[in-house]
């Protein structure tokens, strides 16, 4: 019993970090990469860097208060500039709190006060040593000194735990953006390869002509498409070759009920998107929008750059249109998709790839036609990369 309180007494103590408690500076030290994503972080904002001046000022005009006029303007002038430099040391700090800068900033804050005291020091000693307010100025301008370097201290220290904290964070969201962009890559339609394995059992079974073209077909559609789901944009010229084998499989298998067209502007197949985007987006239209009908549709895959810029993506069909319940999904939430493994499925999976890509720049929407059916419209509003050529 005797030894729990000691025991609890040395784990408290390890776990202090007593280069923060003896002030020897930042403990944690990034590499130049981490520096290039830190640097992304915003600024100081406006209200903080006035925030900051007002209270240097006020802090200037308390140190200055209950001294002769000469002595008083002297104090009121040497705090102010005293907490620029401060700040200025801090704004500096705060971009990169590192214990080079550090050190740094503390000789910034003793140099000006030593240098003022040592030369009132040195013209008048036995005055200063004789006349009581002296001592007291003497006191305050060691206070300020210490209040400017603790802040100075805190800045740093704070910064740089935040610092180490957001990088941590952004790793461990990254881990699991990147394992969500895996699933979903890999994410090929169980029951399109079932129903077309099933579909190519039962005509080989019955020795029906279909099954070659069949198995032709299926055969280029997953020649076409695995390797493309190790890469993390693929162009869309090269997906919409994928939809199209994909396009001859469903047309084996439903005969004259699907027809398809595929317009690819020879400007926007170079373009490069998440891989998968459009493969999910066919095959909705195919499920939902041609499938339904007894006597089938069209769908349509379009790719072209518009006038203002970008990219644009639509892929319509003629079918009965869009459920009330795709159309009222809530926008694009990653977090909360992170957290339901539901959401990464189908449209939304489709949302967090161009999201992950793109941000904000890009956008996939549903909507009605005017004349029946579904339009499936991604736009990328600034201009998306380009595939290299290839020799």
């Not at 925030?51 to 002297?74: E, F, H, Q, T, Y």
């Not at 900033?105 to 005291?117: I, Q, T």
């Not at 190519?200 to 076409?224: M, N």
Request: hydrophobic share 45%; glycine share 6%.
């Amino acid at each position: 019993m005797m030894n729990k309180p000691w025991a609890t007494l040395r784990g408290f103590f390890r776990e202090v970090d007593w280069r923060l408690v003896f002030l020897l500076g930042p403990r944690h030290r990034f590499t130049p990469e981490q520096w290039q994503r830190l640097d992304r972080l915003p600024g100081i904002s406006p209200t903080i860097k006035v925030a900051a001046v007002v209270n240097v000022l006020a802090l200037a005009l308390v140190a200055a208060l209950k001294l002769p006029w000469p002595i008083a303007r002297l104090v009121f002038c040497g705090t102010l500039l005293l907490g620029l430099v401060t700040l200025w040391v801090s704004a500096d700090m705060w971009r990169r709190p590192t214990q080079k800068r550090l050190h740094r900033a503390y000789g910034f804050s003793a140099v000006p006060l030593g240098a003022v005291f040592g030369f009132m020091l040195a013209s008048q000693p036995q005055r200063w040593l004789q006349e009581p307010w002296h001592h007291e100025l003497l006191i305050r301008g060691c206070a300020i000194g210490f209040v400017y370097t603790m802040a100075i201290w805190a800045v740093a220290m704070w910064r740089n735990e935040f610092m180490a904290d957001w990088l941590h964070d952004e790793a461990l969201r990254e881990q699991k953006l990147e394992l969500a962009q895996r699933l979903s890559s890999a994410q090929i339609q169980p029951h399109f390869l079932f129903n077309s394995l099933a579909s190519l059992q039962h005509w080989v079974a019955v020795k029906d002509d279909r099954a070659a073209p069949l198995l032709q077909s299926l055969t280029s559609y997953l020649r076409a498409t695995l390797p493309l789901f190790d890469r993390p944009l693929l162009s869309v010229g090269e997906e919409a070759e994928a939809v199209r084998r994909y396009l001859e499989v469903m047309q084996a298998r439903l005969g004259g009920r699907l027809r398809f067209v595929l317009d690819i502007a020879p400007d926007a197949a170079t373009a490069q998107l998440p891989p998968g985007v459009l493969l999910t987006l066919v095959e909705n239209a195919v499920e939902h929008g041609v499938q339904p009908q007894l006597s089938g549709g069209e769908l349509q895959l379009r790719a072209y750059l518009p006038a203002e810029g970008g990219l644009c993506v639509e892929v319509l069909d003629d079918g009965p249109g869009p459920s009330d319940a795709l159309l009222q999904l809530p926008p694009l939430d990653p977090a909360a998709m992170l957290r339901d493994a539901q959401a990464s499925l189908g449209l939304q999976n489709s949302r967090l790839r161009l999201w992950q890509a793109f941000g904000d720049q890009a956008e996939l929407s549903l909507s009605h036609r005017s004349e029946g059916g579904c339009r499936a419209q991604v736009w990328v509003r600034t201009s998306p990369p380009h595939a290299q050529s290839r020799t």
